[in-house]
Nanobody, 112 residues
Framework: QVHLVESGGGLVQAGGSLRLSCAVS????????MTWSRQAPGKQRELVAF???????HYASSVEGRFTISRDNAQNTVYLQMDSLKDEDTAVYYC??????WGQGTQVTVAS
């Protein structure tokens, strides 16, 4: 069983930054494509960013240029650096491994 634990969420002022982390258990982390998704109240879950095993990245248009996904295979961790945060970024953020294993989520609240 693969376990994912997100951290780094919190309350931040609009225009500020947060860095989310997702620690992944097991020895196969480097073989997983990793994603960050988010779900705001009353809305469907939205894919935010993806990083491949080779380090290729893709972003939702709503966060392109503001968010950066990265991974550290030695630490079994994927990160989401979020800059220039907006009210509409408020959501619970989830990481996932290969789309099959999910963390419990971490709340991000952006205050205007």
């Amino acid at each position: 069983q693969v376990h994912l634990v997100e951290s780094g969420g919190g309350l931040v002022q609009a225009g500020g930054s947060l860095r989310l982390s997702c620690a992944v258990s097991g020895r196969a982390f480097s073989s997983y494509g990793m994603t960050w998704s988010r779900q705001a109240p009353g809305k469907q879950r939205e894919l935010v960013a993806f990083i491949s095993t080779g380090g290729d990245t893709h972003y939702a248009s709503s966060v392109e240029g503001r968010f950066t996904i990265s991974r550290d295979n030695a630490q079994n961790t994927v990160y989401l650096q979020m800059d220039s945060l907006k009210d509409e970024d408020t959501a619970v953020y989830y990481c996932a491994a290969n789309g099959n294993y999910w963390g419990q989520g971490t709340q991000v609240t952006v205050a205007s």
